[in-house]
Each structure stands twice: as structure tokens, then as C-alpha cells.
């Protein structure tokens, strides 16, 4: 949990100190979403190597479903947010970089349970 919000503190400072327009804003924003969609990922197949299962009913059981699934829904999340940037620059950072947040809290619940 300690992780995740100094991450995403971090990312807050790095976008307001060095961003000179919103799309670069959103871009690391994006980055960040990125980096920790696939941290909880990986960490997500880890713990299901260790004999966790996963409980979230839409990915499924099976960890190619589970990799698939969480990719497009990535893709499909960073997609909007992008397209919301056009129109609403400041909400799409702050919802990007929120879920970027989510995903660093899911990535370190994975990496606990997978010890």
C-alpha cells in the first residue's frame, strides 16, 4: 500500500514539475497505468503458480484467460482515457493516474498473497 502511493505520488510530481502540456501529462499518466497493470499481472500469475486462485469471476480460472482478459481490459481503459483527454484533459490524468494507483495496491495484495 506504501508502494503504490508513493508511486503515484511520484508520477504527480514528475507530471506537474516537467509537463509543459496536457499531452504529455497524459502520457505519463498512461506510462504509469501501464507499468502497473502489468506489475499486477505478472504478480496476479505469481500467486496462481503458488496455488492462489483468482476471485474476480470475469477473468476465470485459466491464466491464459486471466492474461488476455486483463490486457484488453488495459487496452480498452487507456484507450478511453485517451480519447476523454481530447475533451477533459485534467479528468483524464486524474482518473489515469487513480487506476494506476488501483492496479499498485492489486500488484502488492498479489505479491503478499503469492509469499
Known amino acids: 500500500m506504501k508502494i503504490s502511493l508513493v508511486v503515484v505520488l511520484i508520477f504527480s510530481f514528475l507530471t506537474s514539475t516537467f509537463a509543459s502540456n496536457d499531452d504529455t501529462k497524459i502520457k505519463i499518466a498512461l506510462g504509469a497505468m501501464f507499468a502497473s497493470s502489468q506489475a499486477d499481472l505478472i504478480t496476479t500469475c505469481q500467486a496462481i503458480d503458488r496455488g492462489a486462485i483468482e476471485l474476480n469471476p470475469v477473468l476465470g480460472q485459466n491464466k491464459s484467460q486471466i492474461v488476455v482478459t486483463?490486457?484488453?481490459?488495459?487496452?480498452?481503459?487507456?484507450?478511453?482515457?485517451?480519447?476523454?483527454?481530447?475533451?477533459k484533459p485534467k479528468l483524464a490524468f486524474w482518473v489515469t493516474l487513480?487506476?494506476?494507483?488501483?492496479?499498485?495496491?492489486l500488484a502488492v495484495h498479489n505479491h503478499n498473497v503469492a509469499r
Open 98 to 105: 487513480g487506476v494506476a494507483g488501483i492496479y499498485a495496491v
Open 70 to 87: 486483463k490486457e484488453v481490459m488495459t487496452g480498452l481503459t487507456m484507450l478511453s482515457m485517451w480519447e476523454l483527454n481530447k475533451k
